[in-house]
């Protein structure tokens, strides 16, 4: 009986074993290649589809996360004349300040994309002044400065394998206030683009669209234009966004490569009256500050992921006056607008440089 | 006795459902097809086919052109394995692996679940899983072998 | 410089710097601490060390079973690791192992036919069950030389961490040009190694 009992799980055991015997079978042994055999093979489901990728070949790195500082060589500033104050200059020796942003996929497949960011940037202004000088914008830039706290939301959608959606909308805390003492969210600016695009091959992405931006520094609506391009070599390629930004890109090789363009950068900054020097109706104030840099900037590879950028270039002031926004309820000027500035300023155009660690996304 | 033949079998079912990885899978940007095979006890990823197999500018077989390893550079891509290391987890998942994108020379950790039995979800990502890009991955039927 | 002579030096030192400390230092205290003296001298050279470097030849037999088809088909072996065979100074063991470079890889087929024209790359890896995959060397295009087959050897590759295990194994992946019947498919390789351990 006890026999007996031991053959019959004896038998079981051999059983067992010889499956787990082509379980643990090393497929690579047994079949080898035949190149030919993968060219005509079907799907094993039905109506699998394929989608426009977010890329092209040969694309600057996408920056997950960015630390760097801004530096704009000196100039001068003429703040305007307004209510019982003359106009004034003042030579900005330094413009200066720290740019902190973040950009991550929280949905990051072949048929969606979305990403959520958020940027900080400070500017902080260094000037020489007259004795006796007076004027409150240029004590406001002097004593606090310009910052900016933006967030975003990114949402890529391709249609199908040619065809996709762009669509961005950001939420920005623009003025002269302290890190200590943030102003009202009534004074929120907020943007929007929506662009339909074709990504014909993996060399070429084209969009257009609408939209409602800050960028030269007032509020505005305006079409946009997507041309990513990159040259079979890889070597030459563009990245336009036009018109908020374009350029000719030459990578060097894999870890390095050179842009060369533009951007406009900008926004609306309220002035917030910090010591009460301005009475109403001078007292809710935004400065449409837009600023369009020509630029080289080189960008490396320094370890894995860790890339750093630098670039060097012109800055041109496009706008830096200022209008009066009660309660800070914006209004629409556009490009034909007559409403008048409260105050109009003007600035020189230094030479400036910017730097940045990186963490990215090839 | 009985408890040890519980246990051999429990490991013969484990090991079935990790060799369902095994096979032939399309990336879904359909460029290439990848044949995922078994070396030891860790599952490997090999392109088997590329739809542009010939390199533009040498007018050659593409090669691993961007490998950070100089030395390395002259490894066709047809053969290449693109994911390396995975060890079966979890229900549906395989992980501690890598997947490398030949296009810039970079290796991403790289986790994988099988959503059904025909798809795959290749998530490759950097440190740490939210900066990182699922891509969809769909098995391709074999053909059985045919001698010339 | 004689051992005797620093435990000499050491002891002198030592002296000067209690009695400097305290003049009333106690004469027995000094002389406890004396006792120590040469142990604690063999304790800091024994954590400071050597590191030898030396080269070392490894033969190894990939193989594989037929049929083989057009296109990439893998050879392989499992090394089981002794490294009193591989490294001439006794009692080296893996702990103590810091480096392993490759610097030269051969291979040879056991089939003249297809060796001749018939493959047109390869790529050498190796990997075990603790330790990622890595490639540490290829040849594209192949040159047959006196019947042998030499690769382009990876010089940042460090292979420590596999010898560092009982065992791993090795893949020759050799691109064939057309569809070959061979039952099986066998190359001897060999490996030139240099092994940098500490004593």
Redesign the interface.
């Known amino acids: 009986m006890k026999l007996k009992r031991i053959l019959s799980?004896l038998s079981?055991?051999c059983f067992?074993?010889t499956?787990?015997a082509i379980?643990?079978?090393?497929?690579?042994q047994v079949?080898e290649?035949d190149?030919s055999?993968?060219?005509n093979?079907?799907?094993?489901?039905e109506g699998?589809k394929?989608?426009a990728?977010v890329k092209i070949?040969g694309l600057s790195p996408a920056q997950?996360i960015s630390i760097g500082y801004d530096y704009q060589a000196p100039y001068d500033i003429t703040a305007g004349a307004f209510s019982s104050y003359q106009e004034e200059t003042a030579n900005v020796l330094l413009t200066h300040g720290v740019r902190i942003g973040a950009d991550?996929?929280?949905i990051?497949?072949?048929?969606l994309?979305v990403q959520l960011g958020g940027q900080f940037w400070d500017f902080a202004y260094d000037l020489d002044r007259a004795p006796g000088s007076t004027h409150p914008l240029l004590n406001s830039l002097g004593q606090n400065g310009l910052k900016t706290f933006g967030l975003k939301a990114t949402v890529y959608k391709p249609l199908n394998e040619f065809s996709f959606l762009l669509i961005q909308a950001n939420a920005d805390m623009n003025g002269d206030y302290s890190l200590s003492e943030f102003q009202s969210l009534n004074y929120n600016r907020y943007s929007a683009a929506a662009l339909w695009g074709r990504r014909p091959n993996?060399y070429l992405q084209w969009g257009v669209g609408l939209s409602r931006t800050y960028r030269a520094g007032e509020l505005n609506y305006i079409p946009v234009i997507l041309y990513n391009k990159t040259s079979?070599?890889g070597k030459w390629g563009t990245e336009i966004l036009f018109p908020a930004r374009g350029h000719v890109r030459y990578r060097v090789n894999?870890r390095s490569l050179v842009l060369g363009g533009f951007e406009l950068e900008g926004n609306s900054y309220r002035i917030g009256n910090q010591n009460m020097a301005l009475a109403a109706p001078f007292d809710e104030l935004e400065l449409r500050r837009s600023e369009l840099r020509f630029r080289l900037n080189y960008q490396r590879q320094i370890v894995?992921?860790i890339w750093m950028s630098v670039q060097v270039g012109y800055r041109v002031m496009y706008s830096f006056n200022v209008d009066a926004v009660p309660e800070g309820k914006d209004f629409f000027r556009g490009f034909f607008g007559d409403q008048p500035f409260a105050m109009e300023n003007s600035a020189g155009n230094p030479l400036y440089a910017n730097f940045s660690i990186n963490?990215v996304?090839? | 006795?009985?408890g040890?033949?519980l246990f051999?079998?429990f490991?013969?079912i484990a090991?079935?459902e990790a060799?369902r990885l095994?096979g032939?899978w399309?990336p879904?940007?359909?460029?290439a097809?990848v044949?995922i095979?078994?070396?030891?006890?860790?599952y490997?990823g090999?392109i088997?086919?590329l739809k542009e197999p010939i390199d533009?500018?040498t007018k050659k077989p593409k090669?691993d052109k961007?490998n950070p390893?100089e030395?390395?550079r002259?490894?066709?891509l047809?053969?290449y394995?693109i994911l390396?290391?995975f060890v079966y987890s979890d229900e549906n998942e395989w992980s501690e692996g890598?997947i490398y994108?030949p296009?810039?020379?970079?290796t991403y950790n790289c986790v994988i679940k099988m959503t059904d039995?025909?798809?795959l979800?290749i998530r490759g990502y950097?440190?740490i899983s939210?900066?990182?890009?699922?891509?969809?991955w769909?098995?391709?039927?074999?053909?059985s072998k045919k001698?010339? | 410089m004689d051992i005797q002579v620093e435990i000499r030096s050491l002891d002198k030192l030592f002296s000067a710097y209690f009695r400097s400390q305290n003049p009333r230092f106690s004469i027995m205290k000094l002389t406890e601490i004396r006792r120590f003296l040469p142990i604690l001298f063999l304790v800091l050279v024994a954590a400071c060390g050597t590191t030898t470097t030396e080269t070392a030849s490894v033969e190894l037999n990939c193989e594989a079973d037929g049929?083989f088809f057009e296109?990439?088909n893998?050879l392989?072996t499992n090394y089981e690791v002794k490294l009193s065979d591989i490294i001439t100074k006794e009692g080296i063991d893996a702990s103590m192992l810091k480096e392993v470079k490759l610097k030269g890889a051969k291979f040879v087929l056991n089939d003249e036919y297809l060796a001749d024209g018939g493959i047109?790359?390869a790529?050498l890896?190796i990997?075990?069950?603790q330790t990622?995959?890595k490639?540490i060397?290829?040849?594209?295009p192949l040159a047959l030389v006196d019947g042998a087959f030499t690769l382009?050897?990876?010089?940042?590759?460090d292979m420590s961490d596999y010898f560092k295990e009982n065992m791993f194994?090795l893949?020759l992946?050799v691109?064939l040009v057309e569809?070959s019947y061979n039952e099986s498919l066998s190359s001897s390789i060999s490996l030139e190694l240099e092994l940098t351990y500490k004593e």
């Open positions: 799980i079981m055991a067992f074993t499956n787990i379980g643990q079978e090393d497929t690579t079949e290649e190149w055999i993968y060219d093979l079907d799907f094993a489901d699998t394929r989608f990728s070949k997950l991550v996929p929280v990051s497949r072949n048929n994309i993996d079979l070599s894999a894995g992921f963490l996304s090839p | 006795m009985l040890l033949v051999m079998a490991g013969a090991q079935a060799d095994t032939v399309e879904s940007h359909g460029k097809k044949k095979d078994k070396i030891g006890s860790k490997y090999r088997v086919w533009e500018e090669v961007n390893d030395k390395l002259s490894t066709p047809r053969g394995r390396k290391d890598s994108d296009e810039n020379g970079n039995e025909n798809t979800d950097i440190g939210t900066f990182g890009r699922t891509d969809v769909k098995r391709l039927k074999m053909p001698k010339k | 049929p296109g990439v893998s392989m047109t790359s790529t890896q990997v075990s069950d990622e995959m490639s060397a290829v040849k594209n382009d050897v990876s010089e940042e590759a194994t893949v992946d691109d569809d």
